[in-house]
């Protein structure tokens, strides 16, 4: 949760900007914005395991071949692998995992039971690798101001309610991916429905 109370410089003093993701809002004093003309369900929205491993080895990864593919989409544990050493120079080489989903638990199943060991075996599809120098991992379905990757909408969310997502609920507006129609699950969808909420503020005080 984080407070900017240097935005209200050309507002009002009692104006302040309050950056919180709906999969935290709901468990907090803020729940009172679910006025009884916003669907409840339209604001419980489920955040998808998602789970970001990043590591570092002493060369490129795999064997370099002329028109090989740099990214790779994988119904494996895990998941999709890309070489993120592009335009980086040296010999150090990076490969970057991000599982999702199911793959998201089978890909922290293997780092518990085996470590990054185990991983680096799951891509001997790769090639043989070089020496592993270090190794991050992210998941934010375990980060308690995350909560989850991005949202999704399960069989039980009505589509109609996507316009709920994005309406303000009185001086409050809201923004982030979920509630971008054309970029949902998007980076995209977030700076453009930033962009929306900005206007949204300066709108409320005219």
């Not at 950056?19 to 955040?47: C, G, I, K, N």
């Not at 070489?83 to 780092?111: C, M, P, T, V, Y």
């Not at 999704?152 to 001086?171: E, K, V």
Request: charged share 20%.
């Amino acid at each position: 949760m984080l407070f900017f109370p240097m935005f209200a410089a050309p507002w009002p003093q009692d104006t302040r900007v309050l950056l919180e993701r709906v999969s935290v809002m709901s468990s907090t004093s803020l729940a009172v914005m679910r006025d009884s003309s916003r669907p409840t369900s339209a604001m419980d929205r489920a955040y998808g395991a998602r789970m970001l491993k990043v590591s570092q080895f002493s060369g490129t990864c795999g064997r370099k071949k002329p028109g090989r593919p740099r990214a790779f989409g994988t119904d494996l544990p895990t998941g999709a692998v890309w070489d993120g050493n592009e335009q980086q120079r040296g010999r150090a080489g990076i490969l970057s995992f991000l599982a999702g989903g199911h793959a998201s638990k089978a890909l922290q199943d293997i780092l518990h039971a085996e470590g990054v060991a185990g991983v680096i075996a799951r891509i001997d599809w790769l090639g043989k690798p070089a020496t592993l120098l270090r190794s991050h991992t992210v998941a934010w379905d375990h980060d308690p101001w995350a909560r989850g990757g991005y949202a999704y909408f399960d069989p039980g969310f009505d589509p109609l309610w996507r316009a709920w997502l994005a309406r303000p609920a009185g001086r409050i507006v809201f923004a982030g991916e979920h509630t971008s129609v054309k970029s949902q699950g998007y980076m995209n969808g977030a700076i453009e429905s930033g962009l929306r909420a900005a206007a949204e503020i300066s709108a409320l005080l005219d």
